[in-house]
């Protein structure tokens, strides 16, 4: 800046500097608006919803997930059933573990095995119809 050697340059100055003054306060202001905004918890929902839903991988993630504790569990009730067997119930606890486990990390291997066997069944089927 330069020096000052006058009151009309003193003023001129102190009016320039105002004028900043204002500027800067209204950009914070709207800082400040925005910031709250995003803050607030439907907008923080709102983002975290959307980032979710634009992520594949989360989205594979979960679904492998949730697919495995599904399958634990039924593996569970078919080896377990109703029965009071205290080892019986151990194993299948195990069981329901390791199988929930298993396709949790291998939804892709998991879902290669359906098909291959969905397959295999419908071609059986079909060529016992064609020998009908």
Partial sequence: MQNISSTIELKEAIRLLEIKQAANGLQLKEQ?????????????????????????????????????????YFSKKIVVGSSANIFRKLFGTIMQIGVANTVAQHPDAIKSIGQFILQYILRKKEMNSKRE
């Fill in 32 to 72: 400040f608006h925005l910031t709250y905004e995003s803050l607030k918890p439907v907008s923080l929902l709102k983002s975290t919803l959307k980032d979710i839903s634009s992520s594949p991988f989360l989205i594979s993630n979960i679904l492998g997930t949730t697919a495995g504790l599904v399958t634990g």
